[in-house]
């Protein structure tokens, strides 16, 4: 890595993104393709989609990077869409950007084109998006667009017909172990295979995930990292405990269930994060519980996932949780 200093300060997340197309990993049909229109300096109209953590953002800086050269500040715009994502932006912003011609002054290596990144583009309005559409058409040939969303269903169609469109995959363990040791090793960090694997569990396949909580695990524990300060770090709830809610529901005793989320509250674990762990143990093999039940308590797992998402109260969310958790638990298994 590089020797300035200003680069050791770095969040690793930073410190370690891929400069060149070549060096993301394990998305091969998008670096494949991408590597082609970067040696045809033809860059189209792109649309990435897929999880986050994935190197959507990355993929196409690194790609820009390579396209423009030393003209790569003058030649890119990078606007996340979920901050500024009214018709105004696209009518002001967007469109005074596109509208301007380049020049590549005889440069044969730098195509005759600018590149606009919108980031979670899929928070754009509609009428942001159908502006957008327009800005597009009309200034194609003096700018292309990047358009990065988790969900290109939440796109209008007119906007996904005029692009390429790439899905980035969840990044496979071996991917993300490959790369998280070579951090590892460049950092002087000594991580063990348990914690690791935690990483993995925790990250979901969100490399950019992994890497913070890495770096934020070896800043708090040093050399004594160990499977639970990876959970202390991401906000997980120990197994033990998450079975002890479903103990506590089968129970049926409202006074422990009052107690158990006062509790859980008071330790600040996320009601969001708790509904997903029990999700998880509700379909896996740790509870002897009824298909009927297991598919009544996942509805309403997504329901208070959405309440809170709307802003409701984690209180009131998590006790109707449990409260519907211990009724379903009194009726008869199927």
């Not at 790609?63 to 050269?69: I, N, T």
């Not at 008071?266 to 009927?292: D, K």
Request: one cysteine or more; proline letters at 5%.
């Amino acid at each position: 890595m590089s020797s300035d200093p200003r680069a050791q300060n770095l969040p690793w997340v930073e410190k370690y993104r891929p400069r060149t197309v070549s060096d993301v990993s394990h998305q091969t049909e998008v670096v494949e393709s991408l590597r082609r229109s970067i040696e045809q300096k033809n860059l189209p109209h792109l649309i990435f989609y897929g999880p986050p953590g994935t190197g959507k953002t990355s993929t196409i800086l690194a790609c820009a990077r390579e396209l423009f050269g030393d003209q790569y500040k003058t030649r890119v715009m990078e606007l996340n869409a979920s901050d500024e994502r009214g018709i105004s932006v696209v009518r002001n912003k967007i469109k005074s950007f596109a509208q301007v011609a380049v020049s590549s002054h005889g440069r044969s290596d730098i195509p005759p084109y600018k590149l606009i990144v919108l980031d979670e583009a899929d928070s754009m309005t509609t009428d942001a998006q159908s502006a957008l559409r327009r800005t597009m058409e009309t200034y194609s040939k003096v700018t292309r667009f990047c358009i990065i969303c988790n969900y290109i269903t939440r796109l209008i169609p007119p906007i996904a017909s005029r692009c390429a469109k790439f899905r980035f995959k969840p990044l496979p363990h071996e991917a993300m172990v490959g790369r998280l040791t070579h951090i590892c090793t460049n950092e002087g960090v000594n991580c063990p295979p348990a914690v690791l694997t935690e990483l993995m569990v925790q990250s979901e396949g969100d490399m950019r995930r992994a890497i913070q909580m890495l770096q934020s695990v070896h800043r708090l524990y040093g050399d004594e990292m160990d499977p639970q300060a990876v959970l202390d770090i991401s906000g997980a709830l120990p197994v033990a405990r998450v079975k002890t809610i479903f103990d506590t529901c089968m129970g049926k005793d409202f006074d422990a269930l009052t107690a158990l989320a006062n509790d859980l509250l008071a330790e600040g674990f996320p009601v969001s994060q708790i509904a997903q762990q029990m999700l998880e143990m509700l379909l896996g093999t740790e509870l002897t519980v009824g298909n009927l039940q297991k598919s009544r308590i996942a509805v309403h797992l997504a329901e208070a996932e959405r309440q809170l998402i709307e802003g409701g109260s984690d209180m009131l969310q998590l006790m109707n949780l449990l409260a519907f958790c211990t009724r379903t638990f009194s009726a008869p298994k199927n």
